[in-house]
């Protein structure tokens, strides 16, 4: 955000992320199965976990983190953890993040404490810290790790499956924005500045089809005319947030479907997870990356671009989920813009997929040379759908409002 750190400090971040991931042979696009289970299992013993080690496996499809799913036996019954290895190139200041981390981790488990939640250790991550009481390891090789307890029965979904998981989903990271609403102490650290700066993506953009440093900005003429003729819409929350309309909140910033868990029997937002990017923010930005990862019935790389839409009744399950855990905190522009805010962030993370592709993927994990070109297409795709059903989901915005406030004035 600009209230945050300059244009140019950010640009600087971003092209010095691209720099290092370049030249050195230290980024992190190792493959998680090149650490084998003895270094997993000498990492594990630096943080205060009991019990016999049983194995550790690579878990999960994050784009960033290495992370494994580690099984200890305690007293002849198996607990499962999860171990991350931060991506420190992308995240700089692993200390500082993960300070954010246990900041925001211990307010959310004192409020449900305080409830007395039979659970709250399902509900809200619990980091494991190490046995001299850091919350992170730093090995001999430099690397930083941390260690979650395991949330069981719950899965983190690339794809919805229905309407009650989208509402579900949406509602567990509304209930996340307002449970931080109170969070006490200082301002949280920015672990990626301006991350949502829509116009300095686009100027990232803009350098790396001057910098062609891979060659492949000839073979994708399309989609760089898709980004530039919808380059208007890029600064448009920024500039209503610079206004003074819409304000900075602590918001997660990463609310793909898959940074939630869902329990595995009624579909319950249980978890939300992947806090890396937790810190001041938008909140229109948060439910916009819900619509654009939890409307389409397509994978994120899906190559049929024919399978990729915005759906919906997903769009509908959604505005009501988020609606019933924020809808009481959020001001008049912010609902206003509940609609648009999916087709700016799809338009963005588009855009950081193709900047990507043309920098020589520095950035996101891939499995293959085109992985983020095929990501970019499907962006586009939904960019695509979201515009031919713009009046439809403000329709559905406007009934929702209009039945919540009508609720409202039953029950007072
Ligand atoms: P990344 O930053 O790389 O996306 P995440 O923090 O999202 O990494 O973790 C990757 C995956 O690991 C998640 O999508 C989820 O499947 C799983 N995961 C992460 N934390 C937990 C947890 N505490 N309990 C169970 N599964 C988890
Ligand atoms: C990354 O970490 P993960 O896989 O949950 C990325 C998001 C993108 C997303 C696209 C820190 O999320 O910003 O929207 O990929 N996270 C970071 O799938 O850059
Ligand atoms: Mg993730």
């Known amino acids: 955000m600009h209230a945050i750190g300059s244009r140019a400090n950010w640009i600087e ?4 992320i691209a720099r290092t991931t370049n030249k050195c042979h230290h980024q992190d696009h190792r493959p998680v199965s090149s650490t084998t289970n003895s270094d997993l299992q000498s990492i594990v013993d630096h943080f205060q976990i009991y019990g016999d080690y049983v194995n550790a496996e690579p878990y999960g499809n994050g784009h960033i983190n290495s992370t494994y799913r580690v099984s200890m036996n305690q007293g002849g019954c198996e607990v499962d953890y999860i171990l991350q290895r931060i991506n420190h190139t992308v995240f700089k200041d692993p200390p500082m993040l993960q300070s954010n ?38 090995d001999t090789e430099g690397d930083y790790w941390r260690c979650y307890i395991f949330v069981q029965n719950a899965t983190a979904y690339d794809i919805i499956k229905n309407e009650t998981q989208a509402f579900e989903a949406a509602s567990a990271f509304g209930k996340f924005q307002s449970l931080l609403t109170d969070l006490p102490g200082e301002r949280l650290h920015e672990t990626i500045a301006n991350f949502h700066d829509t116009p300095a993506r686009y100027q990232h953009f803009q350098d790396a089809i001057v910098a062609d440093a891979k060659g492949r ?15 208007g819409i890029a600064g448009h929350l920024l500039k209503l ?15 793909k479907l898959n940074n939630v868990l869902l329990d595995n ?13 937790c810190m ?3 909140a229109l930005y948060d439910f916009g990356d819900l619509v654009r990862s ?15 839409s915005m759906q919906i009744n997903m769009f509908e399950a959604l505005v009501r989920g988020y609606l019933s855990s924020a809808g009481d905190f959020l001001n008049e522009h912010e609902l206003a813009n509940l609609a648009f805010a999916g087709k700016l962030i799809t338009y963005e993370v588009g855009l950081r997929f193709l900047t990507d592709y043309l920098e020589g993927d520095p950035y996101f994990k891939t499995k293959h040379p ?3 070109l095929d990501r970019c297409r499907t962006q586009m795709a939904l960019v695509k759908s979201i515009e031919t059903q713009q009046n439809e989901m403000q329709d559905i915005v406007d009934r929702c409002l209009r039945s919540k406030s009508q609720q409202k004035n039953k029950s007072s």
């Open 13 to 16: 971040a971003i092209s010095s």
């Open 241 to 255: 947030h610079r206004e003074g309309l819409i304000p900075e909140r602590i918001t997660h910033n990463d609310t």
């Open 280 to 282: 001041p923010g938008l």
């Open 370 to 372: 085109q992985h983020n």
């Open 101 to 138: 981390i246990s900041r925001v981790l211990e307010h959310s488990q004192n409020k449900l404490r305080g409830k007395r939640h039979p659970q709250a250790t399902r509900h809200a991550m619990t980091l494991i810290t190490t046995r001299d009481d850091k919350p992170y390891y730093r």
């Open 217 to 231: 900005v000839a073979a994708v003429s399309e989609e760089i005319d898709f980004f530039e003729k919808r380059q």
């Open 294 to 308: 939890s409307t389409s019935p397509a994978a994120e790389d899906e190559t049929d671009l024919s399978k990729v």
């Open 265 to 277: 029997l009624t579909d319950k937002g249980i978890c939300v997870i992947d806090l890396d990017t």
